[in-house]
């Protein structure tokens, strides 16, 4: 387990790595993060970090960077904790505006998630509804601006998991929303990296959950990003748009 220092080092080393997609280093770290210690003892508390498995040196001179492990820590601790997920009321707005002018029709609703949520989380965003084949699938270009997908290779892996998503929607529906990613009681799944059983995104974060529809519907959302993605906005879209969702039912 991090000690509190740890924590918090690892904490300003994700914040930083999510903003600009480059190593992390002590340097920086010292300028930037308010630690009253040296840059030796903040590079000693990085290696102890790598030593357990939450970061990575990409080059021997470069910074380090979060591994899945340290996401992962990141992550369940924003959803235990709760704190951190305010969302922008600008957002807020576009998706209860987005929501109250949509049709009361299950398919128009799950057209328009998937676009609302694409564009604001600069994501691909999946949506279908249970015990249906039927998908709406918004910001494969949005997410391909990403630098991880810069390379030919990353990018078709990606591409195939997109083409090839509705075969395996019957396993996410089995395994995914039963078993993996989130504490109790909490409504966003989440899988990170190289937890994922499918091959194509052992590089991405895949977030997931469900909602009310009308007609006794029930719906699914996928977004799909790279492991560096914004956590907590992601998260907080999430929740305020299944919330909304929930609503227009009762």
């Known amino acids: 387990m991090p000690t509190g220092r740890q924590i918090k080092l690892l904490d300003f080393i994700i914040r930083e790595h999510v903003k600009t997609a480059k190593p992390v280093g002590s340097v920086l770290i010292a300028k930037k993060a308010g630690f009253k210690v040296s840059s030796a003892t903040l590079r000693n508390e ?27 820590y990141y992550v369940n601790s924003l959803l235990e904790t709760k704190k951190n997920l305010n969302l922008e009321t600008g957002h807020k707005n576009k998706i209860k505006d987005a929501l109250n002018g949509t049709p009361p029709d299950p398919r128009e609703i799950n057209k328009v998630v998937a676009r609302v949520l694409s564009n604001l989380s600069e994501n691909l965003v999946i949506t279908g509804i249970s015990q249906d084949q039927d998908f709406f699938k918004k910001g494969l270009v949005s997410l391909f601006e ?6 030919f290779g990353e990018a078709f892996q990606l591409a195939k998991f997109f083409e090839e998503f ?14 993996l990613g989130a504490p109790r009681g909490v409504p966003v799944q989440i899988m990170i990296g190289k937890e994922s059983p499918f091959k194509q995104i052992q590089h991405e974060t895949v977030m997931c959950a469900k909602y009310g529809l009308p007609g006794n519907c029930v719906g699914s959302l996928t977004l799909v990003g790279p492991t560096r993605m914004d956590y907590e906005k992601n998260i907080a879209l999430i929740k305020f748009m299944t919330e909304e969702l929930n609503k227009l039912i009762k």
């Not at 030593?51 to 899945?68: F, I, N, W």
């Open 46 to 72: 990085m290696g102890a970090l790598e030593k357990a498995g939450y970061l990575a040196q990409l080059h021997t001179s470069g910074g380090r960077v979060p591994t899945d492990k340290a996401y992962r």
């Open 146 to 151: 990403n630098p991880e997908f810069k390379e």
């Open 166 to 179: 509705e075969g395996m929607f019957q396993f996410i529906e089995r395994e995914f929303f039963n078993t």
